[in-house]
């Protein structure tokens, strides 16, 4: 990409930041104090940090793509992107990096050649092999599903055995058992029932009311069991649903829909070993609710990257199972631009209403992405809800959302009044991840 | 269980506990209704059960609203510009980052400016943005001095968030109508209302407010109940009359010379001595008056101090304390407390019609000098006397004043206060051209923020020195710090030429040029962020943000503020 995109907005370049404590060294390293030999071109942003004594460090970003930015930093730190990237991203957005008349530096030049190199890289572990061995890979796959069936047969009966003596017993057994089992599953190559059956473990610890939670679980585990061994006789779409919860990877094959995607959330789980980062979408054409995936090693930032409230004109196709709401992005028409649309938003009675219709077509879903209009952050005890400004109704937070700073944020930017949330509404209530105020305003993060 | 929102209602109610039931207990024990005991029963249960889990997700239905909590009320004052809000994320995100060591490194210390840029939105009356309100508060929660200005900022959106969120609780005490949705000052009847039956805390803070409004009011107020008070209160309200203090509180405050509480006579006293109209200060001027005399037997005139013999009941009832702390003469003591409490202008007239300079420039007798001055300075500070303040301090580039002389540097700081902000800064740079810089940082800490162009001046030509005289600039890292804050960003293109690190002498510390160079280059890279702020802000830099810096040593704070 040779074309000169606009610069990036401060928020953007923060949203890149792999932890809070990269977030601040950026903010220090933004001014133009420690910087020498600054310049912009090329869609590449380049300059020397002398940060404490010795070599300065070299810092090149690749800016062409604000949604996979590249970088680069000479300094030994291990998280990326670092604080010099930040700093100098920081630098940029401000306006304070010279547009170069001159070519870029070599090391810049050298740098930018190496990641031309390593550019192409597929999606993850899971793509689909390539079409020189259809009958081995068919083969290979008839493997796995034999696997799958066996490890789905061998859970049945632990539920059974467990549901048999009772499950008073699981809390005296404690983790190990589930630990044990989820350790099969894996053998088994299905990822998807190790995850739930590694949550199994977790429930008799979690607090009052845990038998019925984990009945619910179980319940659930079983009917995705039953679910795979009857693959064959249930209709596509939920087969789909099935084979993606049980695990199965396949490829994104949706027809691509371009639409200008409004960023509606982005928020990270992070884990000790890997970050998972989802990106919900709006399509302000379509209507419709995307969510992206992306994945970072530890200690780093995913690739992707859409701040809030920005909108982008793009291609994304969904992968396969019940309300495809998960897409990939493809291909990029424009970079992601300010956008002042708002998701439409509905009643809590409605939000209600849409996740009963998702457990239709997937009765494993937790929860589905709402975007709730006029609605009050109330206290209710020890908790909050958000209460409809004209009805007499109200969404329970979830549990986790109730002790976040954002909460605190939408709050404050409620002051008692109505204001627009999008959020993920479920059983265990409603999670708020972005808000807009009232009448005009910017989308506000609560993640 | 954490979900509130009702299930939709059950056809057949009590399955799904039935269900619970039967799990828990095992299959073995118990199997619900329908089901029939044997191998199949778990399966069969975990059936029910998935189906009725799934009914019961797809059938929930919101909640009820609780009790809505009242609105905010409409802050009038306009948005802050988008640039400004998106540094104010910043420099509040930056709180906890810099926590580890000393400061190094050429990068600004963003959490220092937040004070400054407080000032400056102060000053021209932007509104927080409400999604920052959570961060401001908690940065206020954590630094006191951050408090006043930050809470001006929040304004009442933050009063109404705090009263959700006890980690906020401070927010209720430090600001006015914290506890309790105040009255209007104007509001009389409900002022009396609130007067008569509120809580103490209440009580004090419509006192506060009254008195901000309307001193005679608020007087007037206290002195309906004032024989039912209890002696702590009422030395709590006698402090509010500090604010507005007027030559109408005289006769109050007189009555109150005769309180039963010996802290409450003495904080009157005090008051009323910083009237130098008052019978109190008459009384007092008399008293001092004779213990101080010119005696011409010498060679030339000089002051001579005869100290009172006793603690008359009449000294202690204007406030006198009769009894001298350990290691003090009881006679020195009450002599102190007599001058300080005299006007000045008794002096000129009873020592020969001379100025104040004059008077301080007669030799003392008996090495009652120190004793002397130190009284003068205390009543000048308190009386806020600017000629006698002048005087005083004296020449800023005299021996004496960087020396232990009579008077210490916190009281010079006092001193300084009472002089316009001009005067100020061009009597500490001559102190800072005389003396250097590792006596000056108190004297900085009063004066006005940005520094005039002479102080500035003189601060960075002193720094230049210390630098040439190889030392290490972590022995002046108070100074830079203030430098950093307080120089006028117009000033940072005057240190371009110090940003280069210098040959190194033979006699310097080693290192020392690169470490002056860093220190020098985060000074400049400081200043030009503040001008930032100032432009994101909107306006000329650092206009309005006239109030001395953070590590302003207070200096007599308490004293009577300009009616």
């Excluded at chain 1, 994104?252 to 989802?278: E, F, I, K, N, Y």
Aim: net charge neutral.
């Amino acid at each position: 990409m040779t074309q000169q995109g606009v610069r990036w907005t401060a928020d953007q370049v923060l949203a890149l930041a792999p932890d809070a404590a990269s977030r601040s060294a950026g903010g220090r390293l933004g001014a133009a104090g420690p910087w020498s030999g600054t310049g912009t071109g090329e869609g590449a942003v380049w300059g020397l940090c002398k940060d404490s004594g010795g070599e300065p460090y070299r810092t090149v970003v690749d800016v062409a793509d604000a949604s996979a930015p590249a970088f680069a930093c000479s300094c030994p730190s291990r998280t990326a992107p670092c604080g010099h990237v930040l700093g100098l991203l920081l630098l940029w957005s401000g306006g304070e990096v010279p547009a170069a008349p001159d070519p870029a530096p070599d090391w810049v030049g050298e740098w930018r050649a190496g990641s031309a190199v390593r550019e192409g890289t597929v999606e993850g572990a899971g793509s689909a092999p390539g079409p020189a061995a259809p009958e081995a890979a068919r083969r290979r796959a008839e493997r796995r599903a034999a696997r799958i069936t066996a490890g789905a047969t061998e859970l049945e009966q632990r539920l059974a055995d467990l549901l048999r003596a009772g499950l008073a017993t699981a809390e005296q057994q404690g983790y190990g058992l589930w630990e044990e089992t989820a350790a099969r599953m894996v053998d088994a190559q299905a990822p998807g029932l190790a995850a739930r059956v590694r949550e199994l473990g977790a429930i008799p610890a979690s607090g009052p009311g845990w038998p019925v939670r984990l009945l619910e679980e179980c319940a659930l585990l079983h009917l995705l069991d039953q679910g795979w061994l009857r693959r064959e006789r249930l209709p596509d779409g939920l087969a789909a649903t099935v084979r993606s919860r049980i695990g199965l990877p396949a490829p994104a094959d949706g027809p691509p829909v371009r639409d200008h995607w409004l960023v509606l959330a982005q928020h990270d789980a992070p884990d000790p070993r890997l970050t998972t980062r989802r990106i919900w979408l709006y399509g302000t054409a379509t209507h419709r609710t995307a969510l992206l995936l992306s994945y970072g090693a530890a200690g780093r930032a995913p690739d992707l990257s859409l701040p809030v409230g920005l909108a982008l004109d793009a291609e994304v196709s969904a992968y396969p199972g019940a309300g495809r709401l998960r897409g990939a992005l493809g291909e990029q028409f424009a970079p992601p631009g300010p956008a002042s649309a708002r998701p439409p938003g509905v009643t809590t009675r409605q939000a209600a209403a849409r996740y009963g219709e998702a457990l239709r077509e997937d009765p494993w879903l937790d929860a589905v992405p709402v975007t709730l209009g006029r609605v009050v952050p109330v206290p209710d005890g020890d908790s909050w809800q958000l209460a409809d400004a004209d009805e007499d109704t109200a969404l329970p937070l979830a549990p986790a959302a109730r002790s976040r700073p954002g909460l605190w944020r939408l709050v404050a930017l409620s002051g008692g009044a109505p204001v627009t949330v999008f959020g993920e509404c479920g059983h265990q209530g409603f999670t708020p991840l972005t808000a807009w105020p009232q009448g005009e305003g910017e989308a506000v993060p609560l993640h | 269980m954490t979900r509130t929102s009702a299930p939709a209602q059950t056809p057949a109610p009590g399955v799904w506990e039935e269900l619970v039931t039967a799990a828990l207990l095992g299959t073995d024990r118990r199997t619900p209704p329908g089901i029939p005991p044997g191998p199949r029963a778990p399966a069969a249960l975990l059936d029910a059960a998935a189906a009725e889990t799934v009914r019961r997700r797809a059938g929930l239905r919101p909640a009820r609203a609780a009790r809505r909590p009242d609105p905010a009320p409409v802050d009038p004052r306009p948005a802050l510009p988008a640039a400004a809000a998106r540094r104010l994320a910043m420099l509040l995100a930056d709180r906890s980052g810099t926590a580890g060591g000393g400061r190094r490194g050429t990068a600004p210390d963003l959490k220092e400016l937040l004070p400054q840029w407080l000032a400056m939105a102060n000053a021209r009356g932007f509104v927080a943005p409400p999604q920052a309100l959570p961060a401001l508060l908690d940065a206020a929660r954590g630094r006191t001095d951050l408090r006043p200005a930050a809470l001006a900022f929040a304004g009442p959106r933050a009063l109404w968030l705090a009263r959700l969120n006890p980690d906020w609780r401070f927010v209720l005490r430090a600001m006015p109508g914290g506890d309790a949705a105040l009255p209007r000052p104007g509001d009389t009847e409900r002022v009396r209302e609130l007067w008569r039956h509120g809580l103490f805390a209440e009580r004090v803070a419509l006192l506060t407010a009254v008195r901000a409004h309307d001193p005679a009011a608020a007087r007037e107020l206290l002195a309906g109940t004032w024989p039912a008070e209890r002696a702590e209160d009422r030395l709590m309200f006698l402090d509010s009359l500090r604010t507005g203090l007027g030559p109408d509180d005289e006769p109050f405050l007189e009555q109150a010379l005769t309180d039963r509480s010996r802290n409450v006579r003495a904080t009157a006293a005090e008051l009323l001595s910083a009237l130098p109209g008052s019978a109190l200060a008459g009384r007092m001027a008399a008293r001092a008056a004779v213990c101080v005399a010119v005696d011409h037997t010498g060679d030339g005139p000089r002051l001579v101090v005869e100290a009172p013999h006793e603690c008359d009941a009449g000294m202690e009832r204007d406030g006198v304390v009769a009894r001298a702390p350990a290691g003090r003469g009881e006679r020195s003591w009450w002599f102190g407390q007599l001058a300080e409490a005299a006007p000045l202008a008794t002096w000129p007239a009873r020592l020969g019609g001379r100025t104040p300079r004059e008077i301080l420039a007669l030799p003392v007798a008996d090495d009652w000098r120190s004793e002397l001055h130190a009284a003068w300075c205390r009543a000048a500070v308190r009386q806020r006397d600017a000629e006698w303040a002048r005087a005083l301090l004296g020449s800023p580039s005299s021996p004496e004043a960087g020396g232990p002389g009579a008077v210490s540097l916190a009281e010079r700081a006092r001193l300084l206060a009472t002089l316009d902000s001009g005067e100020r800064a061009v009597w500490v740079a001559g102190f800072i051209a005389a003396h250097g810089l590792s006596e000056a940082f108190q004297l900085l800490g009063v004066c006005a923020v940005p520094w005039a162009a002479p102080l500035g001046r003189a601060v960075v030509d002193a720094l230049n020195i210390a630098r040439d005289a190889g030392s290490y600039p972590w022995s002046f890292s108070g100074v830079m710090g203030l430098a950093e804050r307080c120089l006028d960003p117009s000033e940072a293109g005057r240190l371009d030429g110090l940003l280069a690190a210098p040959e190194e002498a033979e006699d310097a510390s080693p290192g020392a040029g690169g470490y002056w160079a860093e220190a020098f280059q985060r000074l400049v890279t400081t200043l030009r962020l503040r001008a930032v702020m100032a432009e994101e802000l909107g306006g000329t830099p650092e206009a309005g943000a006239g109030e001395p810096g953070a590590a302003d040593p207070g200096p007599a704070t308490r004293g009577a503020g300009p009616a």
